[in-house]
């Protein structure tokens, strides 16, 4: 997947791959969003190229894009989730308007609830998005975003306006996501600390439990990126930086370095 | 020179928006229509609508129709008083509601119950990027939100017009038989008689004609909406207000039409 310039977006390019893992940090209006829906075809560039799983989409009309943007799932700031249905139809959603094989809501529950209980939120089906805490609507649209085990996610904020605690949960399920399903992952965010997590943490099956990516031992050490985590920030819909966190934590930059807690 | 060079970019710029607005609104039209002859169809979401705008307006249509009846029967009985052609006021009753109050009456309630109500509805989906998510999950927002909107109101808005023309008739005569003392055969007798093919066709061409208005223009102004819960608040109102001005003006050139074909 590459980017070319979009319009509040300029000479943006990069690619992502199964199991990689993309950061982009950036302050409000930096163009953060804006690359995200590029990126499936919400917004149509001006002029440059986006590629989705080999396709060039910036030429293909609404109806076309829909089979490709199946492969794709996105996780909107706030959810994104329809209020006027409940939980279960929010999160079945996505396979019961597949244009090719539609499914019954009957056929694909159980699937709706393994997505439920990957969020841990089984219990919530009959309820309705408003009855729902912000961080219990994010985590619906985790939910949603991955039921039909796309092989791209993307994640727009999914920890703005959230408690540190709640936000770590939040993270820890998007690192889950990425480790048992090896998808590729776009995450937008403004918290360093979310980037942090996603580099440096791993989702172990056996434990269930997140561990420290390196303590597996392979490299280890400075310089290693065993979660294949690239951090990218924009300013003014620029890529003003792009590399590992620990170039990113040794970049000189006062733009970026404000992404960038200091340690004392 | 440069002075009007000016003013020409200016008056330029001063017109752009509007063209743009309407060009907009013609391309979500056709989109609208065009979904009519495609799939997926979103039958729930009709019969949804249905309900919403045909019976939940049933109420205060029935109410509205059955007042204007009684008050255009009470000031045309006085006007008629003078020639002393009282008998003949179930015709002027029949006509003014089944040409033009009936039809008016009713989308201006639709207007303000069901435009406002599309415009908040889609105008909070877009700026909760529900919108956005429903395109993200491959359904064309158009074909799900606004193409059942738009067959819910052509259906309804004409039966509730006639609902509305019905009871008006009904409240003209409440007064007609209490108050002026005509007879029921006297009353309905001239109502019925007054009415031709023509009057009956305006009268049911109009509201199919508004409905389209007033369903695509509060969509439009839903859809693009922008500015979270303030945004949603301003295309309310403009929904609302461009919807009632719009059909005073289609009433108005319908009217012209038909009027012209005696």
Same mark, same amino acid.
């Given at each position: 997947?590459?980017?070319?310039?979009?319009?509040?977006?300029?000479?943006?390019?990069?690619?992502?791959?199964?199991?990689?893992?993309?950061?982009?940090?950036?302050?409000?209006?930096?163009?953060?969003?804006?690359?995200?829906?590029?990126?499936?075809?919400?917004?149509?560039?001006?002029?440059?190229?986006?590629?989705?799983?080999? #396709?060039?989409?910036?030429?293909?009309?609404?109806?076309?894009?829909?089979?490709?943007?199946?492969?794709?799932?996105?996780?909107?700031?706030?959810?994104?989730?329809?209020?006027?249905?409940?939980?279960?139809?929010?999160?079945?959603?996505?396979?019961? #308007?597949?244009?090719?094989?539609?499914?019954?809501?009957?056929?694909?529950?159980?699937?709706?609830?393994?997505?439920?209980?990957?969020?841990?939120?089984?219990?919530?089906?009959?309820?309705?998005?408003?009855?729902?805490?912000?961080?219990?609507?994010?985590?619906?649209? +985790?939910?949603?975003?991955?039921?039909?085990?796309?092989?791209?996610?993307?994640?727009?904020?999914?920890?703005?306006?959230?408690?540190?605690?709640?936000? #770590?949960?939040?993270?820890?399920? +998007?690192?889950?996501?990425?480790?048992?399903?090896?998808?590729? #992952?776009? +995450?937008?965010?403004?918290?360093?600390?979310?980037?942090?997590?996603?580099?440096?943490?791993?989702?172990?099956?056996?434990?269930?439990?997140?561990?420290?990516?390196?303590?597996?031992?392979?490299?280890?050490?400075?310089?290693?990126?065993?979660?294949?985590?690239?951090?990218?920030?924009?300013?003014?819909?620029?890529?003003?930086?792009?590399?590992?966190?620990?170039?990113?934590?040794?970049?000189?930059?006062?733009?970026?370095?404000?992404?960038?807690?200091?340690?004392? | 020179?440069?002075?009007?060079?000016?003013?020409?970019?200016?008056?330029?710029?001063?017109?752009?928006?509007?063209?743009?607005?309407?060009?907009?609104?013609?391309?979500?039209?056709?989109?609208?229509?065009?979904?009519?002859?495609?799939?997926?169809?979103?039958?729930?979401?009709?019969?949804?609508?249905?309900?919403?705008?045909?019976?939940?307006?049933?109420?205060?249509?029935?109410?509205? =129709?059955?007042?204007?009846?009684?008050?255009?029967?009470?000031?045309?009985?006085?006007?008629?008083?003078?020639?002393?052609?009282?008998?003949?006021?179930?015709?002027?009753?029949?006509?003014?509601?089944?040409?033009?109050?009936?039809?008016?009456?009713?989308?201006?309630?639709?207007?303000?119950?069901?435009?406002? =109500?599309?415009?908040?509805?889609?105008?909070?989906?877009?700026?909760?990027?529900?919108?956005?998510?429903?395109?993200?999950?491959?359904?064309?927002?158009?074909?799900?939100?606004?193409?059942?909107?738009?067959?819910?109101?052509?259906?309804?808005?004409?039966?509730?017009?006639?609902?509305?023309?019905?009871? =008006?008739?009904?409240?003209?005569?409440?007064?007609?038989?209490?108050?002026?003392?005509?007879?029921?055969?006297?009353?309905?007798?001239?109502?019925?008689?007054?009415?031709?093919?023509?009057?009956?066709?305006?009268?049911?061409?109009?509201?199919?004609?508004?409905?389209?208005?007033?369903?695509?223009?509060?969509?439009?102004?839903?859809?693009?909406?922008? =500015?979270?819960?303030?945004?949603?608040?301003?295309?309310?109102?403009?929904?609302?207000?461009?919807?009632?001005?719009?059909?005073?003006?289609?009433?108005?050139?319908?009217?012209?039409?038909?009027?012209?074909?005696?």
């Amino acid at each position: 997947m590459s980017f070319d310039e979009i319009v509040a977006l300029d000479s943006v390019s990069f690619e992502l791959h199964a199991g990689d893992t993309r950061v982009v940090l950036g302050a409000a209006g930096s163009g953060k969003t804006t690359l995200l829906k590029a990126a499936i075809g919400l917004i149509r560039p001006d002029g440059g190229k986006i590629y989705l799983f080999g #396709n060039e989409i910036t030429g293909l009309k609404e109806a076309q894009l829909f089979h490709i943007r199946s492969g794709v799932g996105v996780l909107f700031q706030e959810g994104g989730l329809f209020d006027s249905v409940t939980v279960e139809e929010n999160v079945a959603y996505p396979l019961l #308007n597949r244009t090719e094989h539609p499914e019954t809501l009957q056929e694909v529950e159980p699937k709706v609830r393994e997505a439920l209980r990957f969020v841990e939120l089984e219990q919530t089906l009959e309820q309705y998005p408003s009855e729902l805490s912000g961080g219990m609507r994010r985590r619906v649209g +985790i939910a949603r975003a991955v039921v039909s085990e796309p092989p791209l996610v993307l994640y727009d904020s999914p920890t703005a306006g959230l408690d540190p605690i709640t936000a #770590n949960t939040i993270m820890a399920l +998007i690192v889950k996501e990425r480790d048992s399903k090896n998808t590729a #992952n776009l +995450i937008v965010t403004q918290r360093y600390q979310d980037g942090q997590l996603m580099a440096n943490f791993r989702y172990n099956r056996s434990s269930g439990h997140l561990e420290p990516a390196s303590s597996n031992g392979a490299q280890g050490g400075n310089g290693s990126n065993p979660t294949r985590t690239i951090f990218m920030v924009m300013k003014d819909g620029r890529v003003v930086f792009e590399g590992t966190q620990h170039e990113l934590e040794a970049s000189q930059d006062d733009y970026v370095q404000k992404f960038v807690p200091k340690h004392s | 020179m440069l002075a009007s060079g000016n003013a020409g970019a200016l008056l330029l710029d001063f017109l752009k928006p509007p063209v743009a607005a309407i060009q907009d609104f013609y391309v979500l039209s056709g989109r609208a229509l065009r979904n009519l002859f495609r799939g997926p169809h979103y039958v729930e979401d009709i019969a949804i609508q249905m309900d919403i705008i045909g019976v939940g307006s049933l109420p205060i249509v029935i109410l509205i =129709g059955f007042f204007s009846g009684f008050v255009i029967t009470m000031q045309m009985s006085r006007a008629l008083a003078q020639y002393g052609a009282t008998d003949q006021v179930g015709q002027i009753v029949a006509i003014t509601l089944v040409r033009e109050l009936g039809p008016v009456l009713t989308a201006l309630l639709v207007a303000g119950r069901n435009a406002s =109500g599309i415009a908040s509805e889609l105008g909070s989906m877009k700026v909760t990027e529900q919108i956005d998510a429903m395109r993200a999950l491959g359904t064309d927002p158009i074909q799900k939100l606004v193409t059942p909107r738009m067959i819910a109101t052509c259906v309804m808005l004409p039966m509730l017009t006639i609902v509305a023309d019905f009871v =008006g008739l009904i409240g003209g005569y409440v007064i007609a038989y209490f108050s002026i003392g005509l007879t029921t055969t006297q009353y309905w007798t001239s109502a019925y008689q007054a009415l031709a093919y023509n009057d009956i066709a305006q009268g049911l061409l109009k509201p199919f004609v508004f409905a389209f208005i007033i369903s695509l223009v509060g969509c439009f102004y839903g859809l693009r909406t922008t =500015g979270g819960t303030q945004g949603v608040g301003l295309a309310t109102t403009k929904a609302v207000v461009a919807a009632s001005v719009w059909v005073f003006v289609i009433t108005s050139l319908i009217t012209r039409v038909f009027v012209n074909l005696h």
